[in-house]
């Protein structure tokens, strides 16, 4: 049901693309939408943690680079018997991580210098199991596909916003641009909320499956719970530099610390993730 419910979603967005599109530039603005639509499945399925990871600057890094790092996932991979992925290291002092990829077997795993430094063994554990269950239950190449497609979303509606201004694209009859105006116009401040929503819908519940598999797997529910709280304080401390349409992609929301974007949380609430896990405790 819920890779159904995704598909669904994943459809209904790409259809947002090309509706967006449309109003953008007519029926030449729809097929344009409609091909980067397609672009970005195809780009996102083959080369999606590259675009993910060239974008927070991450460096992969070996076992002799980073053994306690590298150790603790290739110790969990084994136990959930998953292909080792490759292993990053993002240059921030933010704290945070995610996974990318289009499956187990072209996996990849950032995790922050800013985590590395912060978390516990127990914790930075419990981490690594989250994003490993991500892995395993497949949730990552959605995450990454949902990410570029939500980006083009935002992209056409900035554009809208020109054309509200300048009186649209398409070569539309003087006597239309009026109404059209207004369209378009209502249209660059509803697609990227609908965008987010749609975000929102597809990451709440699968934070939720993926912090119960991390926990599983590591066997130490509270070395997550205790990950959550540390990451969830620096957050509001220190946000990290990262984009609306990314911000799923990670363990804890990367934008906490300002007050607009929680609005739009892509992430459950912090509170009532580490209650489910110490109740598992």
């Known amino acids: 049901m819920n890779y159904f419910k995704t598909t669904v979603l994943l459809i209904a967005l790409t259809l947002l693309l090309i509706w967006v599109g449309s109003m953008v530039g007519g029926r030449q603005g729809a097929v344009f939408a409609f091909a980067i639509a397609m672009g970005m499945n195809f780009f996102s399925y083959w080369f999606s943690d590259k675009i993910v990871l060239k974008m927070y600057g991450a460096r992969e890094v070996s076992d002799q680079e980073s053994p306690a790092y590298y150790g603790i996932v290739r110790e969990l991979v084994a136990r959930a018997g998953l292909p080792m992925p490759r292993t990053y290291i993002i240059p921030t002092q933010a704290m945070n991580a995610f996974a990318t990829g289009r499956n187990p077997s072209h996996a990849a795993v950032a995790v922050t210098e800013g985590m ?53 694209y398409g070569g539309r009859d003087e006597e239309d641009r009026g109404g059209g105006g207004f369209a378009i116009l209502f249209l660059a401040i509803l697609a990227p909320i609908a965008a987010l929503l749609i975000q929102m819908a597809i ?48 363990i804890v929301n990367p934008l906490s610390g300002r007050s607009f974007a929680a609005i739009f949380s892509t992430h459950p609430p912090i509170e009532e993730r580490i209650k489910r896990l110490r109740a598992m405790a």
Request: hydrophobic fraction near 50%; avoid cysteine.
């Open 203 to 250: 990451s709440r519940s699968r934070e939720y499956a993926a912090d119960k598999g991390g926990a599983l797997l590591t066997g130490n529910p509270l070395g997550l719970a205790g990950a959550l709280e540390k990451l969830q304080q620096a957050a509001m401390i220190r946000p990290m530099d990262a984009g609306q349409t990314t911000a799923h992609l990670f």
């Open 116 to 168: 590395l430094n912060s978390l516990s063994s127990e914790e930075l554990r419990g981490v690594l199991g989250h994003e490993l269950a991500h892995v395993r239950n497949r949730d990552i190449l959605i995450s990454t596909i949902v990410a570029t497609i939500a980006g083009a979303v935002m992209m056409l509606a900035n554009m809208a916003r020109w054309a509200s201004i300048f009186g649209g």
